[in-house]
């Protein structure tokens, strides 16, 4: 079966600091990975998606960028972060195509910027 | 822009009641709709996915699917304690580069079911 995992489970960094978050899919190949943040009150926004290795799509401008250095990793990161970013930080994947394509979530990271 | 709109309650049902679960999308193009389940402090979870008009059955959870009305539904039967939760509804978009699923996401409603 398969397993997704986020790290780490909470963060509180200050205004300005950088930021990675991994998240690590196990038990499929290939699957399709997703960066979404939950803010207090509202519903989840996409931020990036990744169908490959090294494929990359952002669906919001901000300050934060993604990466997939292997197939069943995902990272998301900042060089300086906002009080803004503060948020629920979920993962995604799915392995399907088209309008059926399913996706579960990882446990999540809870950050807080201060 | 396309929105997904579910009251965000809270919902209260007695033990035992049928909760029932609400929510309009603006896209009539939209093919696919989930709900998930999201525990205070936890990342949401697949409950059931449905695609054609008409309900679709899975134990004591039912999904209706309205395309014409916009309008898609969960219902709770036998409401336990361990539903209390908050509901997301997600539609799906578009599909993206690669064929991933673009999903919009409702802001959820808080579901209590009291003893």
């Known amino acids: 079966s398969q397993t997704i995992h986020q790290w780490p489970a909470t963060l509180v960094q200050p205004v300005g600091s950088p930021l990675s978050l991994e998240c690590t899919v196990e038990?499929?190949?290939?699957?399709?990975l997703y960066w979404y943040r939950q803010a207090a009150g509202r519903g989840l926004q996409l931020l990036f998606y990744?169908?490959?290795?090294?494929?990359i799509s952002s669906e919001v401008p901000q300050n934060l960028s993604a990466s997939r250095p292997q197939d069943r990793q995902f990272i998301l990161s900042s060089k300086k972060l906002l009080l803004s970013d503060s948020g629920f930080y979920l993962c995604?994947?799915?392995?399907?195509?088209?309008?059926?394509?399913?996706?579960?979530f990882g446990p999540g990271t809870r950050l807080t910027v201060l | 822009q396309k929105e997904v709109e579910q009251n965000s309650g809270p919902l209260s049902v007695p033990e035992g009641a049928i909760a029932s679960l609400n929510c309009t999308y603006s896209?009539?193009?939209?093919?696919?709709f989930f709900w998930y389940r999201q525990y205070s402090g936890k990342s949401p979870e697949l409950i059931m996915s449905?695609?054609?008009?008409g309900d679709k059955e899975d134990g004591r959870f039912t999904a209706q699917l309205n395309k014409a009305s916009q309008y898609v539904s969960l219902l709770i039967r036998d409401s336990q304690p361990s539903d209390s939760a908050t509901y997301l509804c997600?539609?799906?978009?578009?599909?993206?580069?690669?064929?991933?699923?673009?999903?919009?996401f409702g802001t959820g409603t808080q579901l209590k079911v009291e003893l």
């Open positions: 995604a994947w799915s392995v399907g195509q088209g309008t059926t394509d399913t996706q579960y």
């Open positions: 038990g499929t190949s290939n699957p399709n």
């Open positions: 990744s169908v490959g290795i090294g494929q």
């Open positions: 896209d009539r193009g939209s093919q696919s």
């Open positions: 449905i695609y054609s008009n």
């Open positions: 997600a539609v799906n978009g578009w599909i993206l580069t690669g064929g991933g699923n673009k999903l919009t």
